[in-house]
């Protein structure tokens, strides 16, 4: 987990479930140079998923806070 929050320094990391999200367009190139990335560092993964972000996704990132927390 360590290594790869190392190759990919703008991806949020999730000790608790051991997943680090990277961003990314879903196409076919991202995926190829994510996967080239993992191979040259020598990470191996259980797992991988690919998936459009919904709107909570957006406004989280446009935001940088839960939509269901309140503003002061």
């Given at each position: 987990m360590e290594s790869a929050a190392r190759t990919f320094p703008g991806?949020?990391?999730d000790d608790?479930?051991?997943?680090l999200r990277v961003p990314g367009d879903g196409g076919v190139r991202s995926l190829r140079a994510l996967l080239d990335q993992l191979d040259r560092a020598s990470i191996e993964v259980?797992?991988?998923?690919?998936?459009?972000?919904?709107?909570?996704?957006?406004?989280?990132?446009l935001t940088g806070r839960p939509e269901r927390e309140s503003v002061r």
């Open positions: 991806a949020a990391r608790e479930t051991l997943t259980d797992g991988l998923d690919v998936r459009t972000p919904d709107l909570d996704d957006v406004f989280l990132a």
